[in-house]
């Protein structure tokens, strides 16, 4: 009789991926970023960076997004390491929701205990206006998919536990950065579909309902397996529209990108100080 084998085979394409990287960076991260829609140029102010092409990386999965540049860059914000995602890939280009979120199980493999997620969204709030910046402070997921279905990978649980996805202390520390930069910050709840086609307006009024502030295609994902691997998360989303039935006229991924570039500077500002306080955080 064949013993079973409950083995993910994401472990060795993980070992595999993390070899090639080692190749072309020794830095250490203790920090991850992920980048949202308009929102990669972050990643070009580090020191000291390291490129590396995703699409060179074993088993990573491309982005084929515009506004996406595809690298993973190692660099430093001051003396703390830190590893961006310039370019995150999406469950509606066609990946398998594993393959989403398989960035993270990489940073994990590589030191990352503390986890900056952003995004692009579409403000549901009535009080939300493009250009602002929110905090996340729980999530919901209408994915319908789970990156931690199937195979358990170590070292996940079978059955990890949600509690405080985004972590309080980091919450309460985004807000203070922002008043200490004068940043005005909001604070909500980002609801997930698979998109590509934008929300209705039927299915916004939907989401209102349901306790969504702002609607994204992305972020769960990640979040989910960070969490599963002991990681702290941190979440700021980028409203760069109103959703269908508040906004005026139809809505497009150039103002996405668009109102995402108008708001860099404070996005950067923002970010950069996390980076400082969160590394000097349990």
């Not at 092409?53 to 914000?77: D, Q």
């Not at 398998?96 to 986890?115: E, H, P």
């Not at 309080?168 to 008043?179: F, N, S």
């Amino acid at each position: 009789m064949t013993k079973s084998n409950n083995h993910s085979p994401i472990e060795p394409q993980l070992q595999e991926s993390l070899r090639h990287i080692r190749r072309f960076t020794t830095l250490h991260p203790r920090i991850g970023l992920i980048l949202g829609s308009g929102l990669g140029d972050f990643a070009d102010t580090l020191e000291n960076a390291d490129r590396i092409a995703a699409s060179a990386i074993p088993h990573y999965p491309p982005s084929t997004v515009e506004g996406h540049k595809g690298f993973l860059v190692f660099g430093r914000v001051q003396q703390v390491p830190v590893v961006a995602v310039q370019g995150r890939t999406h469950f509606y280009e066609g990946h398998g929701i594993a393959q989403v979120a398989y960035v993270v199980r990489l940073m994990d493999g590589l030191g990352v205990r503390k986890l900056i997620v952003t995004n692009a969204a579409g403000g549901v709030n009535p009080f939300f206006r493009p250009g602002d910046l929110m905090i996340i402070v729980d999530h919901i997921n209408f994915l319908f998919q789970n990156p931690l279905r199937g195979p358990v990978v170590a070292p996940e649980p079978r059955f990890p536990d949600m509690h405080d996805n985004y972590h309080p202390a980091y919450v309460e520390l985004i807000e203070k950065i922002g008043l200490q930069l004068g940043i005005p910050l909001k604070k909500g709840v980002l609801f997930v579909s698979t998109g590509p086609s934008y929300e209705t307006a039927a299915e916004v009024r939907m989401v209102r309902r349901l306790g969504g502030d702002a609607v994204s295609m992305s972020t769960v994902p990640e979040v989910l397996v960070a969490r599963a691997r002991g990681m702290k998360v941190a979440g700021i989303s980028c409203i760069t529209n109103l959703a269908t039935g508040i906004s005026s006229g139809p809505l497009s991924h150039a103002e996405v990108t668009e109102i995402a570039n108008r708001v860099k500077d404070k996005f950067h500002k923002l970010v950069r100080e996390l980076i400082l306080q969160m590394d000097a955080l349990d």
